[in-house]
């Protein structure tokens, strides 16, 4: 039995099959933010929203409803007011709804992501290896600071315009085909690449 532990897109590898190096850029979330973000919270970049240095804002992504994502929150900058960023044993492992901060996103369009399914209606065979489906929103954890985002199996087909492409089941001795199964995606609706824009 796979354990059910959502936390969000957990980023893995790159599509060459490179490993995930670490590497995020840095975004501002402005103080009109009416949501918490987590680490591994699938983020959009907003519309015409920047700080004064031009750091492109973010907020959550659009969970299902065809909407773009920009990449996954790694973690929260000590310092909202300026470009220095040192991150301190004290702080919060989340960004709390209403606080203006900068944040780490993982958003190269070539990402691998692992995410645990909701299995809600049936949980995924194996053949959704290629097949697209759209994420859902959870609420995260204030204690260990994760996502708890999951991979809607309700949503599996073949749409392009679904959010992120299935591309195998993650291969671990923890991890079976079933509820609560983890499986690779990639960001199918990115908005770096899609042309539908943010």
Do not use: C
């Not at 995020?24 to 591994?40: K, R």
């Not at 190269?108 to 697209?132: I, R």
Request: glycine share 14%; no cysteine; charged share 10%.
């Amino acid at each position: 039995m796979n354990s059910n532990i959502a936390s969000g897109l957990r980023p893995l590898s790159y599509m060459s099959g490179a490993p995930y190096n670490g590497g995020v850029q840095v975004y501002y979330v402005p103080a009109s933010n009416p949501t918490p973000l987590f680490i591994g919270d699938p983020l959009v970049a907003l519309d015409g929203v920047a700080d004064a240095n031009g750091v492109p804002g973010v907020g959550i992504a659009t969970a299902g409803g065809s909407g773009v994502i920009t990449g996954a929150m790694q973690g929260v900058a000590n310092n909202a007011g300026e470009l220095v960023l040192p991150v301190v044993q004290n702080q919060a492992p989340y960004l709390p709804a209403g606080q203006a901060a900068y944040v780490y996103v993982a958003d190269d369009p070539n990402l691998v992501f692992a995410v645990q399914e909701d299995s809600v209606g049936g949980a995924l065979a194996a053949g959704a290896v290629s097949k697209n489906a759209d994420l859902v929103a959870g609420a995260g954890s204030t204690v260990s600071g994760f996502s708890g985002w999951q991979l809607q199996s309700a949503s599996l087909g073949t749409a392009a315009t679904l959010q992120v492409r299935i591309l195998r089941a993650y291969q671990s001795i923890d991890n079976a085909i079933g509820a609560n199964a983890k499986w690779l995606v990639r960001i199918n609706l990115h908005a770096v690449t899609s042309p539908t824009g943010i």
